[in-house]
Each structure stands twice: as structure tokens, then as C-alpha cells.
């Protein structure tokens, strides 16, 4: 079959809320992928941000191998030694006490939200305390995530929504102190905001909000799910501050490809939040994906990918700005490490489009934004690729517009 017979097969059954690029992805290997084709495409998505050591890594691969010949699943109601891995090596990693994992993103935001508002109602005999989450920040797509993501357009079909949530300003530490109430119990924000337009937060921003949280006791929950996993240049973003969150949610980058993430806290927080009862996973940290979560966290120490990250992150970062110095489309850059975006007064969609058939893979994040969130073990001279093929994309969009 040709890609197309595929894409009209796929569409006749898939439930419609992507609006997917043409093509039919078939292998991965390194930093590229291939299409039914056997087309070849420099990927600057990591199936948005989630592989970071790229397409076909033997060693994860074989870990993973050797895990399903094992044992796949057994339920939170058994012990791994995938499990004791896994828990052991991110918790110290974090320098966080406590681990519990979830099978995605949205699920780790749901139990950082659960164990916040367990820790408040313990500590004041009552319930119905307040969030304070960010505008244009993305926690997900269930109701409870939702609820804390500031973008109206996902949130208003779906209302009501989770009760006594507010909204403050990203980077303006005043707008926070303005929701603040003696009922609020977290402050829940991404430390490099991803889907709203790639802004990384501001240090006197960040270290305020985490002083605030200090001094009224209240959880400071950073979503680390796309920022995290070494791709700002440390492990986890919070580390380029000087804060650390009492609740932290990581995915994406965690599995590299295995559907896991989690949610980490303090002894502080565990020793009166979520106990026997309160919450509750079939698959989450099962064997499968605790050997991968071990693996991945192996592969990352041992291969010093975050200070990959950071230093390929620099030349990603010059050679943007040169960009944005040549192209008048170009009208603004922010970013860190091996998160980053452009602003494009072209439509994002259309570069994008056509950057596919350049032969580079390429997503925007918000309505404006070229987001660039490759797999952290690229070069240099993947770099320069994308730069060149990312030109030509924006010659012909310039053309047609
Ligand atoms: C992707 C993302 C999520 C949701 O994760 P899923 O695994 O898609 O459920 C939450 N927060 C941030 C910052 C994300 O980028």
C-alpha cells in the first residue's frame, strides 16, 4: 500500500482530534526516521520530546527485550526489582523521597493535584482548598489536568471544571501574590512552559513562587513532564534555579518511548498526603516499564546527556539567533538547553508542513511558535541540517504567501 492508502485507512477508524502530518512513519534509527517510503527525516520532535536517546538505542532495546521475556505485569499488589530500580534511581536523582508511577503525563498531574490537596486537608482537618495554576500553561487533557491548564480554548467545552482553581501571570511573581487566599494549598506551574510558546521561567520568578510556598506552606508542584529528563541542559530543569518543588511530575523523556511518568515528592509532603487507599494505578510502574525507566536513567547518567543537551543546546541557541537575525519571519527566540522556539509571523502549521517534506521533522507549540525539542543525543552537524532545511521550508512558504 502507498502512504496514502494508509493515512484513509487510519482515518476511517481513529477517532478524528489529530490533524496528522501526511506521512506514515515505518523505523527510526539515530536521530532520523524513515516512512513507508523509505524517505529519510531529521527528527527535531522526539515524538514531542519523548525519545530522548533517539531511534533503535541497542542497549535500551535489549534491556526491554530482556524484560518482556520475563515478566510484563504483576500489579501494584507484588514487588519488582524493575520497580526498586526504577524508584531508587530517580528518587535519588531528584534528591526527592518519594516516588509514584503513573502511565502518562496527565495521570502524574492528577496524583501531584490529589497529594497537594490530601496534605492540606490533613494538616487543616478540612477540605476545599485552591490551586493557583498559570495561563497558557498545558498539564493535560483529563479533567482534573485540564482544570489547571490555561488555555480557555481546551478548557470551555468541558465546563464545569475542577472548582477553586486560579489563574496567574507566568513570570510575574505580583499576579501570584494576588490569588493567593489562606485555602490555597499548591501552586502548580511547567518550569520551561512547552505547549504555551517554550518560555522558561524567570529566576526571581521561579525563586519567589517557591518563598511564597515557603512561607504559607504551600506545595510548590513543578510539571517537568516535557521540560524535565535532562533536555534544559541538568536532569530536571528546577536544578538551573535555585528552588526545588515539593511535588515534581515527570513523563515523556522517562520512558523514552515506554508509556510511564510519575509523580515525586518530599517525606515532607508523603508522610501526610496520599496513604493506603488514596490512590491507585493497574499498570503504573509495572516490570516493563520500570526496566525502562532503570535504563533510561543508566544511559543518561552514564552518558552525561544533559550536559549533551546543554552544550548542543548553545549552538542550537547561536544558530537561532542568527536565524532570527536573517529572516524577517523570524520575530523572537526563547528557550534553554534542548528546548526551544522560534516565533514565525508565517503559519506555523504550513513551515511545518513543508519542513516535513525537506526532509526535518518539526512542531509548533502554541499558535505562533516553530518548537524545537530533538532527541538529546544530536550533533552539531544535525543542527546545521535543520537550519538549512528549515530555510529552504521558510523560502517556499514565503513564496506561496
Ligand atoms: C505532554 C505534557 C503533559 C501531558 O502528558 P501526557 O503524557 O500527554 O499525558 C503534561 N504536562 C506537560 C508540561 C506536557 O508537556
Known sequence: MNQQNYIDEVEKSVLHTYNRFQMVIDHGDGVYLYDTDQNQYLDFAAGIAVMAL??????????????IDKVLHISNLYYSVPLMEAASKVTKAADMERIFFTNSGTEAIEGAIKAAKKYAYTRD?????????????FHGRSIGALSVTGTEKYQIPFAPLLPGVKFATYNDLESVKAQITDKTCAIIMETVQGEGGIYPAQKEFIEGVRKICDEKDIIMILDEVQCGMGRSGKLFAWQNYNVKPDIMCLAKALGCGVPVGAFLMTQKVADQSLAPGDHGTTYGGNPFV???VSKVMDIMQRDHLPEHAAKVGEYLY?????????EECITAHRGIGLIQGVECSLPVGKVCAEALKQGVLIISAGSNVLRF?????????????????????????????
Open 373 to 401: 525539542v530533538p532527541p538529546l543525543v544530536i550533533e552539531e552537524k544535525h543542527v546545521d541540517e535543520m537550519i538549512v532545511k528549515l530555510k529552504k521550508a521558510l523560502a517556499i512558504c514565503k513564496e506561496n504567501a
Open 290 to 292: 520500570g526496566a525502562a
Open 54 to 67: 533517539g531511534y533503535n538505542h541497542k542497549e535500551y532495546n535489549e534491556a526491554l527485550k530482556n524484560q
Open 318 to 326: 547561536e544558530k537561532l539567533e542568527q536565524l532570527m537575525e536573517e
Open 125 to 137: 482537618g478540612h477540605a476545599g482548598h485552591e490551586i493557583i495554576a498559570m495561563q497558557h500553561s
